[in-house]
């Protein structure tokens, strides 16, 4: 090869050398936060690197400041050596009538070395960085529910209304997130698109054993924006804790033990346990009676127990009447107990409590017959009382008894009668003797009658009345015409002497 080629050559090599000798490069970028709205504002960390065999020196990041992203138009950097890397901030802000899109944020890299093939004359370097810089959807949340308050580990809802301010979001799903509370359900909970309102229900159970207080759940909203973009929110929910006791209904027993219809003055207990997590103190507990059942006197259905410990009972006493009628079966009152809390303020709850009433014969008079049939003074009446067990059970020795008041113008002949076995459904009678007095008023009469009879190896006892219609005496009473009968018949046997004594005064003057 001749010297003229090997000349050529060279100077080729040493071009090229000189470009390889003298370069940068930006090796990586990052932008802090990812994820941008309008108005929000962000920095732009570039790494620049010396690729080449030179010194670089003024390095400076140029950038535009027109569109949508504004930032400072230069920044000097300074000098980097061969191999050597240096990195550098750009803070810039996205304006505020910044739509939702991608944009592309050019930044201009300058930089100068002296040419050693150029009698070190100085050139310049320029390299173009393209960042994408992605703006979301503005989507402003806000949770939306009335104050919260918790007493124990039951499960309750928060019924809450998701607010966006901003642009219309899609595909969310909501999540709890709490040391103290769990999420009762399937969640995460599939929301689909939030609008302007969105109602939520959120189902929670305290898990603490201890925790008393304030507390916040965060209510996190996962979705995806108008851009397609995943994003996430996170929505605080204030709960307050207040440790309170919580109250129940354990045995109810009665005397009699078995509580039957038409009974008065029956004792019934009810032990009330405190299942909660503090103490209840200034208990007052009244019950209230379902219909057929009635307190026996005056404040027989309140009772006082002052303080209730977590975890222990007290026995409230009660006095009761069973009305007549009433059917076996259970019965619910209501006993509404008012207390003083942790918080020293009054509060009031109410729970059921169950009256048992075992079946038992109920007797009821179904009709009342006499004879005569419309009975007066100075009659002897026959009565005959019909009654039927409209009970649950069978009754046995059924007999009915009359007792009458001594002001009352009668006497009995045959002042109770025996009946017998009534069976459910089944009608007997009666039948009674009383003479009604001569002088009796005429007017109806209330009899006092009772039925006896056996169930169950008890005793049983109705008290019932019946009426007795007695009309004016049909009889003539000859004492109050005495005197007018006695004038009477001496005027006629005067009469009838005068008579005999004129015939015989004019047979003598005939003779």
Do not use: C, H, W
Not at 71 to 97: C, H, K, M, W
Not at 99 to 120: C, K
Not at 184 to 193: C, N, Q, V, W
Not at 395 to 416: G, H, I, L, Y
Request: aromatic share 8%; hydrophobic share 40%.
């Amino acid at each position: 090869m001749g010297s003229k080629n090997f000349l050529a050559l060279g100077a080729l090599l040493l071009l090229f050398a000189g470009f390889a000798a003298a370069d940068f490069s930006v090796s990586s970028f990052q932008v802090v936060p990812s994820s941008l709205v309008a108005g929000s504002s962000g920095v732009i960390s570039v790494t620049i690197a010396n690729t080449g065999a030179y010194k670089m020196e003024g390095l400076t990041v140029n950038t535009g400041t027109d569109g949508p992203i504004s930032a400072e138009r230069s920044v000097y950097i300074g000098d980097l050596q061969p191999g050597a890397t240096v990195t550098t901030s750009i803070p810039f802000q996205v304006r505020q009538n910044a739509s939702a899109g991608v944009y592309t944020f050019t930044l201009m890299i300058t930089g100068s070395y002296e040419d050693p093939a150029q009698n070190l004359q100085t050139k310049t370097t320029i390299r173009n960085v393209d960042i994408p810089l992605t703006v979301g959807s503005t989507s402003i949340f806000n949770l939306g529910y009335g104050a919260v308050t918790v007493s124990n580990k039951n499960p309750f809802t928060v019924n809450a209304t998701i607010r966006n301010f901003g642009d219309p979001v899609t595909n969310a799903y909501v999540s709890i997130s709490s040391a103290n509370f769990i999420a009762i359900g399937e969640y995460p909970k599939f929301l689909g698109a939030v609008g302007n309102e969105t109602p939520l229900a959120l189902d929670l159970a305290l898990t603490s054993d201890s925790f008393n207080g304030r507390d916040t759940v965060n209510v996190v909203l996962d979705y995806t924006d108008r851009l397609g973009a995943q994003r996430r929110a996170t929505l605080p929910l204030s709960i307050y804790v207040l440790r309170a006791p919580e109250f129940t209904a354990g045995s109810v027993t009665t005397s009699p033990a078995k509580l039957v219809s038409d009974t008065a003055e029956a004792q019934l207990k009810v032990e009330i346990q405190n299942t909660g997590e503090a103490n209840g103190d200034s208990i007052s507990a009244r019950l209230v009676l379902p219909q057929g059942f009635t307190p026996s006197y005056s404040y027989s259905d309140q009772a006082t127990l002052g303080t209730i410990a977590q975890g222990s009972s007290k026995t409230a006493m009660y006095y009761v009447d069973v009305a007549k009628g009433v059917q076996g079966g259970a019965y619910n009152a209501t006993m509404v107990l008012s207390f003083k809390d942790a918080s020293e303020e009054f509060k009031t709850v109410s729970f059921p409590v169950e009256i048992r009433v075992s079946d038992a014969p109920i007797f009821e008079i179904v009709s009342t017959e006499t004879g005569p049939a419309s009975p007066s003074a100075g009659d002897t009446v026959t009565m005959r009382i019909n009654i039927e067990n409209v009970g649950g059970k069978p009754a046995d020795s059924v007999s009915v008894r009359a007792f009458s008041e001594q002001s009352q113008p009668f006497d009995f002949t045959e002042k109770s009668d025996f009946i017998g076995t009534l069976d459910k459904g089944a009608n007997g009678t009666a039948v009674l003797i009383l003479t009604v007095d001569r002088d009796a008023q005429p007017k109806d009469y209330l009899i006092d009658v009772e039925i006896r009879a056996v169930a169950d190896g008890n005793v049983l006892v109705s008290d019932e009345v019946v009426r007795l219609p007695v009309g004016p005496s049909k009889q003539i009473d000859f004492g109050s015409y005495a005197v007018p009968a006695v004038a009477g018949a001496v005027l006629l046997f005067g009469g009838i002497l005068a008579g005999m004594a004129y015939e015989r005064k004019q047979l003598g003057r005939r003779e």
